[in-house]
């Protein structure tokens, strides 16, 4: 199958595709750590998140009276968070690392801000708050779940749109990002096109393999006939 642009691309990943087979196309092609941690869920069963990955590198900060430091970055309250959302593009995921699991990394208003631009959802590697509203606006959000203490004195956004690292998995900008219930993937964007589209023929070929089973052919026939179990 053949897509034009990114809307034709997501419209596919969304209606066919999921984490798992996705999943497995990047093993068989030796891509083995495209996950990330398991811890990161979405808020609500249902999210779906498929986009491009806009990185956003956060730091743990200590702010403490008397002491000025050199980088008028970490004098604001959040760093350069504010500038990171409204940078954000349509269909782009806020994908956020490097601080320790101390506070929220996204919110309410950043989710109001997020959708106004059209970004396709938010991947945390922390936690989220203002959970009733986010679930209210249903805007796709992955994290460790929710915890209400604030980042702003705890921890700074340092950069944005670089690449990051997120428990040993690579995510450069413009990376493919994909979550569900079953969790979150990377696919890299110099390989997206032999990785999506193994991973639909795929997606397709175990929608016949169902049928088959249900019609009474053995798991292990199917699998010989098919290579898909």
């Known amino acids: 199958m053949k897509w034009y642009n990114d ?5 596919i990943i969304r209606t066919e595709l999921y984490t798992a087979v996705i999943g497995d196309i990047m093993d068989k092609l030796g891509l083995l750590h495209q996950f990330l941690p398991a811890e990161i869920q979405p808020l609500q069963k249902n999210m779906f998140v498929a986009g491009r990955a806009m ?9 403490s009276a008397g002491y000025e430091g050199n980088n008028s970055i970490l004098k604001r309250s959040f760093g350069l968070m504010l500038e990171a959302l409204d940078d954000l593009k349509k269909d782009e995921v806020y994908i956020c690392g490097g601080a320790s699991p101390r506070y929220a990394l996204w919110g309410e208003l950043m989710s109001t801000r997020a959708m106004k631009l059209g970004a396709a959802g938010a991947v945390v590697d922390g936690y989220s708050r203002d959970t009733k509203g986010i679930l209210e606006l249903n805007f796709p959000t992955f994290s460790y779940g929710s915890y209400a203490q604030d980042q702003a004195p705890r921890g700074k956004v340092i950069d944005f749109r670089v690449p990051i690292e997120i428990r040993g998995v690579k995510i450069n900008p413009g990376d493919i990002v994909v979550g569900d219930i079953d969790g979150v993937c990377i696919v890299p964007q110099n390989k997206e096109v032999e990785i999506l589209t193994h991973a639909i023929e795929k997606a397709r070929g175990e929608k016949l393999v169902q049928v088959k089973i249900q019609e009474g052919m053995s798991a292990t026939e199917a699998f010989e006939k098919y290579g898909i179990m």
């Open 55 to 63: 990185p956003v590198l956060e730091a743990d900060v200590l702010e």
């Open 7 to 11: 809307d034709e691309l997501f419209e």
